[in-house]
């Protein structure tokens, strides 16, 4: 496998959020940026959360050519891949492709198959595609990578009254309400998935990249989970969907290590998110959870949506430019598509930022 | 170790009155269903989740109905012969339900299930047997059983029964909540509590706890005790329904506690009334030892500790001459004298027993107390009677006028004529602290335990110890390694209890506990002094202290009640 690395800095971001400091290595010596952010766990409260991180890319290339639609073919310089290396596993992609430049950028999608110079996606479609796009390829986050002993390293003895649970939400739901997809809980040193036996392992469930999860802290004292991983300062795509039949919630994660503004998310204005036009019935909302405050079932803490050139907060009015509001790093979110009256589509929100100069 | 069988239920449901579709997640757990032969249910039979409707109230199956009739409604149901085991927990399928109008937030919730449905056949006849199981007050861990709040991520409806299993470390449900306890048509419902309750420890040791009227279809009862004045409540066990009693061994001594029981079936939990009673207790009521009362610090010295908030009347006596009777051939002190210190010094004392408190003394002689009397009234043979009052820490000091260096007997002795549940004041600790020589002159002596109960003792040797200021120390000519031997009443030589070093039993944790517990400063780790720890019968227990390979020196015997 050739890798290549064109970021030249190194800096960790240590628990504060802040940038701690920066070291520059030989010249000759790249390195991406890594980082780690521990994220309190109120006892008896939820945290939804999405990881602020990435892996390692295992492949950075060009695009030689796309071909296909639903299921998209990437190829690639000849015998620059190992074959199979990015196999899905029983059905369960082990590893995404992200178009790091061109049309798509920020896109990813998951990897069904790959020989020596060519990916065959789960998806995807090749407009806007051109050779020389760069492309790359992550390994998903699994619960054994991105929590090796747990979260808060909880190894549960009693596997039916867990301390903590890791609740994996639908993509989307009907507005209001998240539906699990999948629970799970770190004992007898593996992950579990509730339903699924106490002696199956779980090591391998996936944390979808951009998805929001929930962590449920049962135990009367609060805990800290810490993520770790590397900066994504490229790009990011997120894929929206909406209904003709509700409205539906997008739980997502927006994968950004340092706080942002709502006016920074580049998610109004660009046609992925219905402006509002009437602020007694506002259209598609931005859904805050907190992090910070304690309970089970938690309500949004915040409901924007942008109005008349600007983002509003519900409870604030429609007066009061909430554009300088802040998407902590970590925090879940769900965006909220109005219903439609026929012929649903998905749609990408890409969000663009860079660490601070 | 029992199958364990856990549901998942995704419930996605739509509210049309709030426009909006709605979702409820229940993750059940289910462990030991079994059917109506205590088989846990592998492969076979129907559950069900059903809801009470807006009535708050389940109707029993019927023959042909599951819910019963009613506005009881089928949320979801399992065919458990469908579902596989997965590495000793048993998995039973998820799905989705949905609210509509038979149900809605705040309904209870129950479980049925059915060992002998199928999935071809739901309608249960007469008799059909079936278990039912709706949480309200009985301890089974996860949320209410109750629809939770439309949008409520994970609603988490758990059922773990008594005993380690896969999931839970024990339970407080009884195992018998989850057999399929119940026939359709027959007579069930919630449980009663007791028309009265009673405790008694005719048996020593063991408090009865009866009780008469309860019921509890389908269930069991929980018998649970703490300590009056306290708040905790333990789990003492879980009989039968049709029980009418229940013994506990596990009581302290001298202690109040309060009893109850809680009749338990799938329907609810029902508290009875709370019996209260304090279990019995012993104390000591004698210290006698044997020794040399010299000169200078090698006096013989008793010590004594009363514990109480009333009166406590004791008889002391030092023989040395009445000693000489007994064992002519023996060298004996010729006139000893005692001095009775109460915080100051020599607060009372006497030379000649007959000289000062005569008829007291007599009065407390044989049978009042086991002090038998000394026939000659003018020997010179020391005696008092002392009234104490509260707790307090006492010594009584006896030396010889006549310094013959030789062997004086000194006894101490609880005069309290009534039992010792009934005093209000007793005897907690006793010592002795003499010169240990070798033959004739070791320590020896005896306590006696009054009482009906056993009772857990601390008996300590102290030698080297005594070099240390935590141990009043520092003595000089103290001795530097002591061992015990310690005979219970009747026991035969083999069932001699002997300790050299205080930690060669295994049980040194134990020990430092109980030295924690009544006061006793700690020993050293790898001192040689000697600990011997009993749960004593009441009776005459005789000991000696001696030093080791001839060892000689001053030493303490100690006598502690723990409990």
Known sequence: MKNTCKIKRLIAIVASLAAAGTVVKAQEVYSQIVGAISINLPAESDVIVSFPFKQSAEFRGVLDSATGAGNLVVNVSADSLTSGAFDAQSGTPTHYLVFESGAQKGVHVDISTNTGSQINLEGGDATGLVNGDQIAVYPHWTLGSAFPLGVANEDEDEPGLRKIEVIVPQATSSAGNMIPEGIFYFSDGAWRQVGEGISAVADNAVLYHGRALVIRNNDTVAKNALFFGEVIDAPIAIPLSESDQYALNNFIGLNRPLAITLDELGLAGGGVFEETTDSDNPNDKLLVYSLTDAGKNKKPVATYYYYNGAWREESAGAGADKGGDLIQPGMGLAVQKIQVGSNPEDSNWVNEWGLPQ | MNMKKLITIGALTSIFVVKAWGSVFFTVDVGSLQDENGVALVDKGMLYLISSGPDGEFSLPTPGSVTGGGDDAIIAFWDLSAEASTGGEYIVSSGEVAYDGAWAQGDNLAILWFPDLTLANQSPVASEPFGFYRNTSVSGGGDAWELPEDGTLLHSLKFFTEGDNPLVNGSDVPALLAAAGLGVGDSAGPPTGPSSVATNEDNPGTVKFEWNGASAPGGAYRIERKLAGGSDWTVLGIVEEGTTSYDDPSVGRGKEYDYRLVAINGFDAVLSSVSTIESLRSSLHNIATRGIIGGGDNVLIVGFTVEGTGDITLLTRTKGPALAV??????????????????????????????????????????????????????????????????????????????????????????????????????????????????????????????????????????????????????????????????????????????????????????????????????????????????????????????????????????????
């Open chain 2, 326 to 563: 007994e064992f002519p051939t023996l060298s004996t002190a010729g006139d000893p004298v005692a001095y009775f210190q109460l915080g100051a010094p020599n607060q009372q004392s006497n030379d000649n027993w007959g000289d000062d408190q005569f008829s007291e003394i007599q009065a407390l002689l044989a049978p009042r107390t086991n002090a038998l009397p000394i026939a000659d009234e003018n020997s010179k043979d020391a005696a008092m009677v002392v009234t104490l009052n509260g707790t307090s820490l006492n010594t009584i000091i006896s030396t010889d006028t006549e310094a013959k260096e030789a062997l004086g007997l000194v006894e101490i002795f609880d005069a309290t004529e009534a039992l010792p549940n009934d005093a209000t004041n007793r005897i907690v600790n006793l010592s002795t602290r003499g010169f240990i020589g070798t033959g004739d002159n070791i320590l020896i002596g005896g306590f006696i335990v009054k009482g009906q109960v056993s009772s857990k003792l601390l008996i300590r040797g102290v030698g080297p110890s005594l070099a240390l200021e935590s141990f009043n120390g520092p003595v000089a000519g103290h001795i530097t390694d002591t061992s015990i031997i310690l005979i219970p009443p009747g026991a035969a030589v083999e069932d001699w209890i002997t300790n050299d070093d205080w930690e060669d039993e295994g049980n040194s944790a134990e020990i430092v506990a109980v030295s924690d517990a009544v006061g006793a400063t700690n020993f050293e780790t790898g001192s040689k002094d000697s600990a011997i720890l009993i749960d004593a019968d009441p009776g005459l227990y005789t000991f000696f202290l001696t030093g080791v390979e001839g060892g000689t020196g001053i030493g303490l015997i100690e006598v502690f009640l723990a409990d």
